[in-house]
């Protein structure tokens, strides 16, 4: 995430004399990242395709709310992406965003969405055909952090088997899975008219 960005947004919420909720006092966990990097750049292109959204931890930055769907194109180096779904309003929306490796040479891909900023993208786990796991922070200082996570899917649903292990890998980090909110997808979601977004 483009820390020049957050780190003013802290400035800004300091002198107001208050820090948001998502800026916790601490570090960002000690990821593998290398490790997870060398094994799956061979596999990016079995990533590509379409994501839902199945349950994330409260992130202000995230503006699609109900049946997130995410759909990847890679392109033998990065991915174009479409995310569609309902806003706060119930507006079918769509944005458009790139997952590329990241630019200063860290052992991560980085999410970046039209309107919005930079972040690491780790992928933490995932099988590419039922479940990922997907994780975001950003450690300001050595100080504070914020940090974001998601579980995704190959479908609406997800058998509870791939939801437990994304609890325990996350569970691995450190990271409370009480934060976790699932996302509303299935028969109230019109997947057809958000594919011709």
Not at 18 to 33: L, M, R, S, T
Not at 44 to 58: D, I, P
Not at 70 to 97: A, H, I, M, P
Not at 150 to 157: A, H, L, M
Request: with cysteine; net charge negative.
């Amino acid at each position: 995430m483009n820390s020049l960005a957050i780190l003013l947004v802290l400035v800004a919420a300091v002198a107001a004399d208050k820090i948001p909720d998502f800026v916790v006092p601490g570090q960002c966990p000690a990821v593998y990242e290398s490790k997870l990097w060398a094994e799956q750049v061979p596999k990016h292109a079995n990533y590509a395709g379409v994501w839902y959204e199945f349950a994330l931890t409260n992130n202000p930055y995230q503006l699609i709310n109900k049946c997130v769907r995410n759909e990847y194109f890679f392109d033998g180096n990065q991915f174009e992406v479409k995310s569609t779904g309902l806003n706060g309003y119930g507006k079918l929306v769509k944005r458009n965003g790139r997952v590329y490796p990241n630019p200063f040479g860290e052992p991560h891909l980085t999410i970046d969405y039209e309107n919005s900023f930079a972040a690491p993208y780790v992928i933490l786990d995932t099988d590419y055909s039922n479940f990922a796991c997907l994780y975001s922070c950003m450690s300001f200082n050595n100080l504070y952090y914020s940090d974001f996570a998601f579980i995704f899917s190959r479908s609406p649903s997800l058998d509870d088997k791939f939801v437990k292990h994304c609890e325990a890998v996350f569970r691995n980090l450190k990271v409370d899975t009480s934060r976790f909110l699932q996302t509303v997808q299935g028969y109230s979601c019109d997947y057809d008219a958000q594919k011709y977004l």
